[in-house]
C-alpha cells in the first residue's frame, strides 16, 4: 500500500539531511576515474537544486545529478533518488527513486539502504542519461584501440606468463587479456585472498570456483584454468564485448544485465578502463556454441553491436 506523501516527506526529508551531511566525504575510491570532477559535478548539481549563489533550477540540477550518476558518484546517485521520490525537476516515480537509492546502497550508502525499505521495488526502465554514450564509429562499427599498453611478460612472473600463454589459447581466450585480469585481479599474487574472500591469481569466489570445478582456487593451474573458463564463457555470452566481459567478471553479470552495460560504480568503471587500456581492443572473438547471448544485449547498446 502507498504511503501518502505527508507521511513520506519527514522520512524523505531526515534521510536527505543525513547524506547531505556527509557529501563533502567523496566516495569515490582510490584507483578510480576522477573523484574531484564527480565532487565538483555533485556540487554544481546541488548549487542549481537549492539556488546556491545561482538561479534555482531542479531540471538541470536532476541533469547533471544523473551524469554523476552515471559515472558512479553514489551520493549523486542518492540524490537524484531524493528528487525522484519527490517530483522535483523529475517526473515523480518511486520506481526510479529507487533504482537510483539501489544503486548507492550497493556502494554502502546507508541512507539509500534505508530510502529503498519507503520507495519499494526499483524500476526495470534505465534513464537516457544512465545509459553509456555509444563508442565512436567506423562504417557503423567500434573504434578500436591500437596496441596494448602493457607489456606482461616484462612485468609478470616467468612461471605465470609461460602459464598463461600456454593455457589460454586452449579455452579461445587471448592470452594478453587473461593476463589484464589477473594483473587487475591479484597482481600475479596465487595466495591473494579478498574481503570478499575471492581468491587465488585470477580471484575466484567460492561459486565461481565450484561452478568450473576448482578443487583448490590457490594452485595456479586450476586458478588460471577455472578462471579462463569463465572469461570463455562471458565473452559467449557477451558477444566478444571486451568492456561488458570486464565488468561482469568485476561486478557480476548480473549487475550488467541489469543497468545494461558498466554498472554505475566507480571500481567498476576504473576496471574496465584499466582492461581496455591493457588489452588494446573492445572486441574479443568468441565462440557463440559455448553459452547462449545475453537476451538483454539488445538493451544495453540498441543502436549497434558486436559481431
Same mark, same amino acid.
Given at each position: 500500500m502507498r504511503l501518502r506523501f505527508s507521511l513520506l516527506l519527514p522520512l524523505l526529508m531526515a534521510a536527505f539531511c543525513a547524506a547531505v551531511a556527509a557529501q563533502g566525504q567523496d566516495a569515490t575510491p582510490d584507483g578510480a576515474a576522477d573523484g574531484n570532477q564527480l565532487a565538483k559535478l555533485r556540487l554544481e548539481a546541488v548549487a542549481y537544486e537549492h539556488g546556491e549563489g545561482v538561479s534555482r533550477n531542479p531540471v538541470l540540477a536532476a541533469t547533471l545529478y544523473c551524469k554523476g550518476a552515471r559515472l558512479g558518484d553514489a551520493q549523486a546517485q542518492y540524490n537524484l533518488g531524493w528528487m525522484y521520490a519527490n517530483g522535483r525537476g523529475v517526473a515523480r516515480s518511486d520506481g526510479l527513486a529507487a533504482f537510483f537509492f539501489q544503486a548507492a546502497a550497493e556502494q554502502g550508502l546507508q541512507a539509500a539502504q534505508r530510502m529503498l525499505k519507503v520507495v519499494g521495488v526499483p524500476a526495470a526502465e534505465i534513464p537516457d542519461c544512465?545509459?553509456?554514450?555509444?563508442?565512436?564509429?567506423?562504417?557503423?562499427?567500434?573504434?578500436? !584501440? =591500437?596496441?596494448?599498453?602493457? @607489456?606482461? /611478460? &616484462?612485468?609478470? $612472473?616467468?612461471?605465470?606468463?609461460? #602459464?598463461?600463454?600456454?593455457?589460454?589459447?586452449?579455452?579461445?581466450?587471448?592470452?594478453?587479456?587473461?593476463?589484464?585480469?589477473? !594483473? =587487475?585481479?591479484?597482481?600475479? @599474487?596465487? /595466495? &591473494?585472498?579478498? $574481503?570478499?574472500?575471492?581468491?587465488? #591469481?585470477?580471484?575466484?569466489?567460492?561459486?565461481?570456483?565450484?561452478?568450473?570445478?576448482?578443487?583448490?582456487?590457490?594452485?595456479?593451474?586450476?586458478?588460471?584454468?577455472?578462471?579462463?573458463?569463465?572469461?570463455?564463457?562471458?565473452?559467449?555470452?557477451?558477444?566478444?564485448?571486451?568492456?561488458?566481459?570486464?565488468?561482469?567478471?568485476?561486478?557480476?553479470?548480473?549487475?550488467?544485465?541489469?543497468?545494461?552495460?558498466?554498472?554505475?560504480?566507480?571500481?567498476?568503471?576504473?576496471?574496465?578502463?584499466?582492461?581496455?587500456?591493457?588489452?588494446?581492443?573492445?572486441?574479443?572473438?568468441?565462440?557463440?556454441?559455448?553459452?547462449?547471448?545475453?537476451?538483454?544485449?539488445?538493451?544495453?547498446?540498441?543502436?549497434?553491436?558486436?559481431?
Open positions: 544512465m545509459r553509456e554514450p555509444a563508442p565512436p564509429t567506423a562504417a557503423g562499427r567500434p573504434t578500436e !584501440a =591500437a596496441l596494448p599498453s602493457v @607489456d606482461y /611478460r &616484462a612485468i609478470a $612472473p616467468p612461471k605465470i606468463f609461460d #602459464l598463461v600463454t600456454k593455457m589460454a589459447p586452449q579455452y579461445q581466450v587471448e592470452p594478453q587479456l587473461a593476463l589484464a585480469i589477473i !594483473a =587487475a585481479e591479484s597482481n600475479f @599474487d596465487s /595466495r &591473494a585472498l579478498s $574481503p570478499r574472500n575471492a581468491q587465488g #591469481l585470477m580471484q575466484l569466489i567460492p561459486q565461481t570456483s565450484a561452478r568450473f570445478n576448482v578443487r583448490n582456487p590457490y594452485d595456479a593451474v586450476q586458478n588460471i584454468r577455472g578462471g579462463l573458463t569463465y572469461l570463455r564463457w562471458l565473452l559467449a555470452y557477451f558477444e566478444g564485448d571486451v568492456a561488458l566481459v570486464a565488468a561482469a567478471y568485476n561486478a557480476g553479470e548480473g549487475k550488467v544485465e541489469r543497468y545494461r552495460g558498466v554498472p554505475p560504480y566507480p571500481e567498476t568503471r576504473a576496471y574496465v578502463q584499466r582492461i581496455l587500456k591493457s588489452v588494446g581492443t573492445s572486441a574479443h572473438p568468441f565462440d557463440e556454441t559455448v553459452a547462449r547471448p545475453s537476451p538483454s544485449l539488445p538493451l544495453i547498446r540498441p543502436s549497434w553491436r558486436l559481431k
